[in-house]
T-cell receptor, first 112, second 113 residues
Framework: GDSVTQMEGPVTLSEEAFLTINCTYT??????LFWYVQYPGEGLQLLLK?????DKGSNKGFEATYRKETTSFHLEKGSVQVSDSAVYFC???????????FGTGTKLQVIP | DTGVSQNPRHKITKRGQNVTFRCDPI?????LYWYRQTLGQGPEFLTY????????KSRLLSDRFSAERPKGSFSTLEIQRTEQGDSAMYLC???????????FGEGSRLTVL
Protein backbone atom coordinates (compact mmCIF):
# COMPACT_ATOMS: atom_id res chain seq x y z
CA GLY A 1 0.00 0.00 0.00
CA ASP A 2 0.89 3.67 -0.04
CA SER A 3 3.43 4.90 2.48
CA VAL A 4 5.45 7.99 3.36
CA THR A 5 8.84 8.06 5.05
CA GLN A 6 10.17 11.20 6.69
CA MET A 7 13.46 11.99 8.35
CA GLU A 8 13.31 11.61 12.09
CA GLY A 9 13.42 14.63 14.33
CA PRO A 10 13.68 16.68 16.24
CA VAL A 11 15.54 19.09 14.04
CA THR A 12 17.03 22.04 15.88
CA LEU A 13 18.24 25.05 13.89
CA SER A 14 19.33 28.56 14.62
CA GLU A 15 17.25 31.40 13.24
CA GLU A 16 18.06 32.20 9.58
CA ALA A 17 19.52 28.74 8.96
CA PHE A 18 18.62 26.68 5.88
CA LEU A 19 16.06 23.93 6.39
CA THR A 20 15.63 20.62 4.61
CA ILE A 21 13.22 17.93 5.77
CA ASN A 22 13.44 14.79 3.67
CA CYS A 23 10.36 12.89 2.50
CA THR A 24 10.15 9.86 0.23
CA TYR A 25 7.07 7.93 -0.75
CA THR A 26 5.83 4.63 -2.10
CA UNK A 27 2.63 4.64 -4.11
CA UNK A 28 1.02 3.15 -7.17
CA UNK A 29 0.38 5.47 -10.03
CA UNK A 30 0.95 9.18 -9.69
CA UNK A 31 -0.09 10.48 -6.29
CA UNK A 32 -0.53 14.07 -5.21
CA LEU A 33 1.92 15.15 -2.52
CA PHE A 34 1.42 17.47 0.43
CA TRP A 35 3.16 19.03 3.38
CA TYR A 36 1.03 19.74 6.43
CA VAL A 37 2.15 21.70 9.48
CA GLN A 38 0.98 21.55 13.08
CA TYR A 39 1.91 24.54 15.22
CA PRO A 40 1.91 24.11 19.00
CA GLY A 41 -1.64 23.89 20.32
CA GLU A 42 -3.22 24.03 16.86
CA GLY A 43 -4.71 21.58 14.38
CA LEU A 44 -2.96 20.36 11.25
CA GLN A 45 -3.12 22.67 8.26
CA LEU A 46 -1.99 22.41 4.70
CA LEU A 47 1.32 24.12 3.99
CA LEU A 48 1.81 23.31 0.30
CA LYS A 49 1.05 20.72 -2.34
CA UNK A 50 2.11 19.43 -5.76
CA UNK A 51 -0.08 17.35 -8.01
CA UNK A 52 2.25 16.10 -10.75
CA UNK A 53 5.89 15.35 -11.44
CA UNK A 54 8.25 18.36 -11.44
CA ASP A 55 5.62 20.62 -9.88
CA LYS A 56 6.92 22.90 -7.15
CA GLY A 57 4.64 23.75 -4.27
CA SER A 58 5.40 26.87 -2.27
CA ASN A 59 3.95 28.85 0.63
CA LYS A 60 5.29 31.09 3.42
CA GLY A 61 8.83 30.78 2.06
CA PHE A 62 8.71 26.97 2.08
CA GLU A 63 9.16 24.98 -1.13
CA ALA A 64 9.01 21.35 -2.19
CA THR A 65 9.47 19.80 -5.64
CA TYR A 66 7.73 16.59 -6.76
CA ARG A 67 10.53 14.29 -7.94
CA LYS A 68 9.10 11.21 -9.58
CA GLU A 69 12.48 9.67 -10.44
CA THR A 70 13.55 9.67 -6.79
CA THR A 71 10.01 9.41 -5.34
CA SER A 72 10.78 12.36 -3.10
CA PHE A 73 9.16 15.60 -1.93
CA HIS A 74 11.71 17.29 0.31
CA LEU A 75 10.67 20.44 2.18
CA GLU A 76 13.07 23.41 2.11
CA LYS A 77 13.24 26.93 3.43
CA GLY A 78 16.10 29.30 2.93
CA SER A 79 15.93 31.13 6.25
CA VAL A 80 13.88 29.76 9.13
CA GLN A 81 12.31 31.86 11.86
CA VAL A 82 11.39 31.05 15.43
CA SER A 83 7.75 31.12 14.35
CA ASP A 84 8.41 28.14 12.03
CA SER A 85 8.82 25.87 15.06
CA ALA A 86 6.22 23.16 14.52
CA VAL A 87 5.74 19.55 13.46
CA TYR A 88 5.79 18.99 9.70
CA PHE A 89 4.02 16.05 8.06
CA CYS A 90 4.54 14.81 4.54
CA UNK A 91 1.47 13.17 2.98
CA UNK A 92 0.21 11.68 -0.24
CA UNK A 93 -3.12 11.02 -1.89
CA UNK A 94 -3.94 8.75 -4.76
CA UNK A 95 -6.00 9.58 -7.81
CA UNK A 96 -9.33 11.09 -6.86
CA UNK A 97 -7.94 12.54 -3.64
CA UNK A 98 -9.47 9.87 -1.50
CA UNK A 99 -7.44 8.35 1.31
CA UNK A 100 -4.61 10.63 2.47
CA UNK A 101 -1.60 8.85 3.97
CA PHE A 102 0.68 10.73 6.37
CA GLY A 103 4.27 10.30 7.45
CA THR A 104 5.26 10.21 11.11
CA GLY A 105 6.11 13.90 11.27
CA THR A 106 9.31 15.85 11.87
CA LYS A 107 9.51 18.28 14.75
CA LEU A 108 11.38 21.49 13.99
CA GLN A 109 12.67 23.75 16.72
CA VAL A 110 14.18 27.08 15.75
CA ILE A 111 16.20 28.88 18.39
CA PRO A 112 16.97 32.62 18.39
CA ASP B 1 -16.15 30.35 13.05
CA THR B 2 -16.88 27.99 10.16
CA GLY B 3 -14.03 25.54 10.67
CA VAL B 4 -14.24 21.86 11.56
CA SER B 5 -15.62 21.38 15.04
CA GLN B 6 -15.07 18.33 17.22
CA ASN B 7 -16.72 17.39 20.51
CA PRO B 8 -15.90 16.60 23.18
CA ARG B 9 -12.37 17.92 23.17
CA HIS B 10 -11.34 15.60 25.98
CA LYS B 11 -12.86 12.36 27.19
CA ILE B 12 -11.68 10.24 30.10
CA THR B 13 -13.34 6.87 30.43
CA LYS B 14 -12.89 3.55 32.11
CA ARG B 15 -11.91 0.45 30.20
CA GLY B 16 -14.93 -1.34 28.81
CA GLN B 17 -17.11 1.76 28.44
CA ASN B 18 -18.42 3.07 25.12
CA VAL B 19 -17.53 6.54 23.87
CA THR B 20 -18.81 8.64 21.00
CA PHE B 21 -17.16 11.58 19.28
CA ARG B 22 -18.89 14.06 17.03
CA CYS B 23 -17.50 16.01 14.10
CA ASP B 24 -19.15 18.94 12.35
CA PRO B 25 -17.37 19.58 9.04
CA ILE B 26 -17.20 22.73 6.98
CA UNK B 27 -20.69 22.88 5.54
CA UNK B 28 -19.84 22.88 1.84
CA UNK B 29 -17.37 19.98 2.09
CA UNK B 30 -18.67 16.63 0.91
CA UNK B 31 -15.75 14.53 2.16
CA LEU B 32 -15.13 13.69 5.79
CA TYR B 33 -12.23 11.75 7.31
CA TRP B 34 -11.42 10.26 10.69
CA TYR B 35 -7.82 9.76 11.78
CA ARG B 36 -6.16 8.61 14.98
CA GLN B 37 -2.92 10.13 16.23
CA THR B 38 -0.71 8.96 19.07
CA LEU B 39 2.24 10.82 20.55
CA GLY B 40 5.12 11.14 18.14
CA GLN B 41 3.23 9.58 15.25
CA GLY B 42 1.49 10.88 12.19
CA PRO B 43 -2.25 10.71 11.69
CA GLU B 44 -3.38 7.13 11.03
CA PHE B 45 -6.28 6.77 8.60
CA LEU B 46 -9.44 5.23 10.07
CA THR B 47 -12.26 5.89 7.64
CA TYR B 48 -13.58 8.23 4.97
CA UNK B 49 -17.01 9.39 3.81
CA UNK B 50 -18.18 11.02 0.64
CA UNK B 51 -21.50 12.59 1.52
CA UNK B 52 -23.28 9.89 3.57
CA UNK B 53 -21.46 6.95 2.00
CA UNK B 54 -18.59 5.36 3.90
CA UNK B 55 -16.21 4.60 1.04
CA UNK B 56 -13.21 3.20 2.85
CA LYS B 57 -12.40 1.81 6.26
CA SER B 58 -8.95 0.89 7.49
CA ARG B 59 -8.29 -2.84 7.70
CA LEU B 60 -6.55 -2.12 10.97
CA LEU B 61 -9.77 -0.80 12.45
CA SER B 62 -11.30 -3.12 15.01
CA ASP B 63 -14.98 -3.95 14.74
CA ARG B 64 -15.38 -2.09 18.03
CA PHE B 65 -15.08 1.10 15.98
CA SER B 66 -17.99 2.39 13.94
CA ALA B 67 -18.59 5.66 12.17
CA GLU B 68 -21.65 7.20 10.63
CA ARG B 69 -22.47 10.29 8.66
CA PRO B 70 -26.25 10.51 8.43
CA LYS B 71 -27.53 12.90 5.78
CA GLY B 72 -24.00 13.70 4.75
CA SER B 73 -23.53 16.39 7.37
CA PHE B 74 -22.03 15.75 10.82
CA SER B 75 -20.34 12.46 11.65
CA THR B 76 -19.98 10.33 14.77
CA LEU B 77 -17.24 7.90 15.69
CA GLU B 78 -18.18 5.34 18.34
CA ILE B 79 -15.75 3.10 20.15
CA GLN B 80 -17.33 0.21 22.01
CA ARG B 81 -15.76 -1.64 24.94
CA THR B 82 -12.81 0.74 25.08
CA GLU B 83 -9.32 -0.58 25.78
CA GLN B 84 -6.27 1.26 27.09
CA GLY B 85 -4.72 0.98 23.63
CA ASP B 86 -7.52 3.17 22.28
CA SER B 87 -6.08 6.17 24.12
CA ALA B 88 -5.17 8.66 21.42
CA MET B 89 -6.18 11.89 19.72
CA TYR B 90 -9.04 11.34 17.28
CA LEU B 91 -8.92 13.80 14.40
CA CYS B 92 -11.67 14.73 12.01
CA UNK B 93 -11.06 16.48 8.72
CA UNK B 94 -13.26 17.60 5.88
CA UNK B 95 -12.44 18.38 2.28
CA UNK B 96 -14.15 19.73 -0.80
CA UNK B 97 -14.35 17.46 -3.81
CA UNK B 98 -11.21 16.88 -5.89
CA UNK B 99 -8.71 19.05 -4.02
CA UNK B 100 -6.91 16.75 -1.61
CA UNK B 101 -6.68 19.57 0.93
CA UNK B 102 -7.91 18.40 4.30
CA UNK B 103 -9.20 20.87 6.87
CA PHE B 104 -8.65 19.45 10.33
CA GLY B 105 -10.45 20.04 13.57
CA GLU B 106 -8.53 20.36 16.80
CA GLY B 107 -9.20 16.76 17.74
CA SER B 108 -10.83 14.82 20.55
CA ARG B 109 -8.42 13.36 23.07
CA LEU B 110 -9.43 10.02 24.56
CA THR B 111 -7.90 8.64 27.74
CA VAL B 112 -8.90 5.13 28.75
CA LEU B 113 -8.09 4.26 32.36
Amino acid sequence: GDSVTQMEGPVTLSEEAFLTINCTYTATGYPSLFWYVQYPGEGLQLLLKATKADDKGSNKGFEATYRKETTSFHLEKGSVQVSDSAVYFCALSGRGYQKVTFGTGTKLQVIP
Amino acid sequence: DTGVSQNPRHKITKRGQNVTFRCDPISEHNRLYWYRQTLGQGPEFLTYFQNEAQLEKSRLLSDRFSAERPKGSFSTLEIQRTEQGDSAMYLCASAPANTGELFFGEGSRLTVL
